[in-house]
């Protein structure tokens, strides 16, 4: 396999993305701008598709890795990926034309620089996934944020400065001291080298703070209580593009961080500190989950409900089982494709209505069923309900939780039922009831290219609910790897002590 | 006889800067001519000095004088970023009026007492080419002789100055009295022990040049004049005095004292520490852009000064290389400001910036990733910078240092972020001027290139760098 298919996964957004730079546009529509964009995104998609197609899922290596020299003698640029990174890769080229179609409707003002925006966004997020060095991986997570803070600040709502500053500084605090961390390990260990690392393992004294340092950026871009409070924010004021992807592939960074780094590298840091993340979790799950309940914003609603389904992720990770992470993964998959529509289901509305607050609206089932039918969808899969995929999530990571911690688990089980409350609630306000509100009835159903973003995002959600096999398939032999690896170096550790 | 090939390009120099005096002099209306012909003595120095860079370590006039990779390196970049300030500057003097023949020969003196410090082996030597260099400085900083602000700044430059001169020149005579002799070498060699009169000298010597690097907590010159020089000058303050100095730095530190580092390692580590926090947190409030670039400089100084720090070979190194790094940012920093111009009158204020991106893209676009970079964020030139510099620090197990950097690093990403959130976040207001002279445009082009495309082949400079050697 000479041809070097990750980096042209990586690199072919940003080609297209100087292709609108230097395109000429004719009449100010952008159209050419957009059909290129669309066209490059699916290009990449297909490609994300025929690598998952010649992906060999019984191995346990890193598959298509490119190995190039970089900084020379330090650091070299390497790329590969396992059962699990392939999974967001696709998540990532699969969101990524659905936020290119729904721009058309949301955004008017300056739309060639918003394509351009979103195609650089798209080379970073691969990037992150597919990276096998930690410095290549801390360039691509950080330099994420350069145009998602564009994004928000250029396009956003009303208080969209303030939004974009926290959004950056959060995390521009978090990932500093990962950069002091991945630097150490380079000067202690003498490579950055994933693999290298995973065979070398980490000494035991160093582990606690480098896992803190860690943890440190992963907790701000989960986002983890109590460093939460830039994600609603940021969430309420970004364009629906914006939210989509943020919701949908920038929060998964942390929580692929924390499988692939955190476990992979520290497992004894890892075990040292599960209680903390069992217990920030928690308190996510329920107290977020409550904080959703009384929200009058939409997209507020939205943004907490996804704090707490993070709260289940990296519960799921830390539980240490195969059921626990391979449950995470499917979560983050699931509320990936579940953020994504219920951010454009509510941009549906707030483009015809111009507003967000839950009670302006009431009995849009009688004047738009369509959209009832798959605001409904998606409200039954944020909840979890057996037949989508938030439930596999779910029930594996509970499984995972008993079998470590009951109480845990109990606590966590709670928060189903919250979650529950919360979005039924919001359903109930928005699409039943009564129409007070008399401007509602002039609102028009669905356009096409609204059904078309929304059916793709309906589809896999049902389709991977019933039928989870062949994500499971994929991710399966990578988890058994990570926590194979875990237990030896847990085992090991043991021994040298006696 | 046969040192005079080796110091070829200063010998040169020094003819030039005589000669278009003489011009200027004869000769009526001759500025413009003697701009012109200045850039290209410079370009024909530059070439000089690359001739002599493949050569071994040479000690000349009684190894009072070395040319080695160190000072080939920096003369190098030096006289590199004094063509890019020339060009950059050539329609801004014409506009205010400050087209005058003394201008570029002022910058050639300055230039020539730069290149006599970066090579001095010795303290006489090294004070001579300081002192060069600070004369033809004042003058520059108040070379606006009409303005207030330019009057200021060059009175407030010559003061501090002479008395940061005076502190050094104590400091020599301390390190002369105590070590017996002027030579660098010589030095080393006879301050085997601790005694507490070298001590003082180095104290001395440091302050001097904290000064001159304009490194807290003897940097109150700087954002004054920095705001009062001609736009083109502050340029030229920003960049060119700090490779002089800060490769006399590595020279004293490495050489010399290169014994006592317990006893200056201390000094640095807080000097680079005040700078970094300090420049982050006074830039915040500034509304003038040179002011706030004064602020920033500050913090990036703290940042080369970390890289000395750390007394190893991969510091030195860390610290060429951010210094190569930060010139070319400043470069394409002040090419902007260079094109805020409306009806012959150039814009320096934050504000001046609003809305910009909505008519002018292509500037706005490159004050981003100029900006972005300052801030240190990858995959931008700037991000490099930093992290050979941390990937140094941490190496010496320094964490303190690492760390309390990073977060300045935030602090400072703050008012960067300010900036382009003005840019490109508020409402737009009236148009610059869009042509703009070759040399601006070229000189910006180059520059956000290298800054945007650096990631593609980041081991570049650190090659070239990785052959300067101190330890």
């Known amino acids: 396999m000479n041809f070097p298919i990750l980096s042209s996964l990586i690199l072919l957004p940003s080609i297209g993305a100087l292709f609108i730079l230097f395109s000429k546009s004719s009449s100010g529509k952008y159209q050419s701008a957009k059909y290129v964009s669309l066209f490059i995104s699916l290009a990449n998609f297909l ?77 970073f997020m691969i990037g992150v996934f597919c990276s096998l060095d930690l410095v290549v991986f801390y360039l691509f997570f950080e330099a994420g944020l350069i145009p998602m803070f564009l994004i928000i600040g250029i396009w956003g709502g009303e208080r969209r400065v303030y939004s974009a500053f926290k959004f950056f500084l959060y995390t521009l605090l978090g990932s500093v001291l990962m950069l002091v961390a991945i630097i150490s390990i380079y000067w202690i260990t003498g490579t950055t080298d994933v693999e290298k690392l995973y065979e070398l393992g980490i000494k035991a004294e160093y582990q606690n703070l480098l896992w803190l340092a860690f943890f440190s950026s992963f907790a701000v871009k989960t986002p983890m209580w109590p460093v939460h409070t830039w994600l609603p924010d940021a969430h309420v004021e970004a364009p629906t593009v914006g939210s989509v992807l943020l919701a949908a592939i920038l929060l998964k960074m942390a929580g692929y961080g924390f499988i692939r780094f955190s476990i992979g590298l520290f497992p004894i840091a890892s075990e040292n500190f599960t209680m903390l993340v069992y217990i920030l979790s928690l308190i996510a799950i329920i107290y977020t989950s409550l904080v959703a309940l009384m929200q009058e914003d939409m997209k507020k609603l939205i943004a907490y409900s996804s704090v707490a389904h993070m709260g289940f992720v990296t519960l799921g990770i830390f539980t240490m089982t195969q059921q626990g992470i391979e449950g995470s993964i499917f979560q983050m998959i699931s509320h990936g494709l579940v953020s994504a529509a219920l951010f454009l289901s509510v941009g549906v509305v707030y483009e015809r209505h111009h507003t967000r607050l839950i009670n302006k609206y009431g009995g849009l089932v009688s004047i738009m069923p369509r959209y009832a039918i798959v605001f409904m969808v998606f409200t039954l899969g944020a909840l979890g309900l057996p037949g989508t995929t938030g439930f596999i999530g779910e029930f594996l990571i509970l499984m995972g939780a008993f079998e470590k911690n009951i109480l845990v688990a109990m606590i966590a089980s709670l928060g189903v039922i919250l979650g529950a409350a919360y979005m039924l609630w919001l359903f109930k306000r928005v699409v039943f009831g009564e129409i007070n509100n008399q401007e509602l009835k002039s609102m028009k159903d669905l356009k096409t290219f609204e059904i078309i973003t929304l059916s793709a995002l309906v589809i896999p959600i049902i389709f991977f609910g019933f039928y989870p096999e062949p994500l499971m398939n994929s991710i399966e032999t990578s988890v058994e790897n990570t926590l194979n690896m875990y237990n030896f170096d847990l085992i090991n550790n043991l021994a040298s002590k006696d | 006889m046969e040192n005079f090939q080796y110091i070829l390009p200063e010998i040169f120099i020094s003819v030039s800067i005589m000669i278009f005096l003489l011009v200027g002099v004869f000769k009526k209306n001759s500025a413009t001519l003697i701009y012109n012909l200045s850039n290209i003595s410079l370009i024909i120095l530059l070439a000089l000095i690359i001739n002599l860079s ?41 506009v205010i009026n400050l087209n005058k023949i003394e201008y570029p020969i002022l910058i050639l003196s300055s230039i020539l007492g730069m290149m006599i410090m970066i ?43 002479a008395l940061s001169s005076g502190l050094l020149l104590y400091g020599c005579s301390l390190t002369y009295g105590f070590s017996e002799s002027t030579n660098f070498d010589q030095i080393l060699i006879n301050s085997t022990e601790f005694n507490y009169g070298t001590t003082f000298g180095i104290v001395f010597i440091l302050v001097g040049l904290a000064f001159k690097i304009s490194a807290v907590p003897f940097h109150m010159w700087a954002p004054d004049v920095y705001q009062g020089s001609p736009t083109s000058v502050t340029l030229f303050f920003a960049i060119l005095p700090k490779i002089a100095a800060l490769s006399v730095f590595i020279k004293f530190l490495y050489t010399p ?47 080369a000064l970390a890289g000395l720090a750390t007394v190893s070979n991969q510091g030195i190194q860390s610290s060429i290389t951010y210094i190569s790094i930060y010139l070319v940012m400043n470069l394409a920093f002040f090419s902007c400001l260079f094109m805020l111009k409306r009806n012959d009158k150039y814009y320096e204020n934050i504000e001046d910036l609003s809305g910009l991106s909505k008519k002018h893209p292509i500037l706005s676009f490159s004050l981003l990733i100029v900006l972005f970079s300052l801030a240190g964020i990858p995959p931008l030139a700037g991000f490099f910078a930093k992290f050979y510099v941390f990937l140094a620090v941490i190496e010496q197990s320094m964490y303190f240092l690492a760390i309390v950097g990073l977060l300045a690093t935030v602090v400072a990403a703050f008012y960067y972020l300010r900036i382009i959130k003005i840019i490109y976040f508020d409402p737009e207001k009236d148009e610059y001027e869009k042509s703009h002279n070759l040399g601006l445009k070229i000189t910006l082009a180059i520059s956000t290139i290298f800054i945007l495309a650096y990631f593609i082949y980041p081991s570049g400079i650190t090659e070239i760098v990785s052959k300067i050697t101190m330890i």
């Open chain 2, 54 to 94: 493949s050569l071994d370590t040479i000690y000349l006039f009684n190894e009072s004088y070395l040319i080695d990779n160190l000072s080939n390196y920096m003369k190098i970049i030096l006289v590199g970023s004094g063509i890019f300030v020339m060009l950059t500057g050539s329609k801004y003097i014409q």
């Open chain 1, 47 to 123: 490609l994300s598709i025929y690598l998952w197609y010649i992906f060999d899922k019984n191995s346990v290596d890193f598959q298509f890795v490119e190995n190039r020299e970089w900084l020379s003698g330090f650091i070299n640029y390497k790329v590969g990926i396992d059962g699990i990174s392939i999974l967001f890769v696709i998540l990532t080229t699969f969101i990524t034309p659905i936020c290119i179609i729904s721009v058309n409707a949301t955004i008017t003002n300056r739309l060639k620089d918003f394509l351009i925006a979103i195609l650089i966004m798209e080379t």
């Open chain 2, 257 to 303: 004292f290169a014994n006592m580092n317990d006893q200056w390692q201390t000094i640095i580590v807080f000097i680079s520490i005040a700078s970094m926090i300090f420049g982050a947190v006074a830039a915040i409030g500034q509304k003038n852009l040179k002011r706030l670039i004064a602020y920033s400089s500050i913090s990036h100084m703290g940042y």
């Open chain 2, 119 to 161: 090579s001095s082996n010795d303290l006489i030597v090294f004070y001579m080419g300081l002192e060069l260099q600070s004369l033809a400085l004042y003058v520059l900083a108040s070379f606006n002789r009409d303005n207030l602000l330019s009057t200021e700044s060059g009175l407030k430059y010559f003061v501090l100055s």
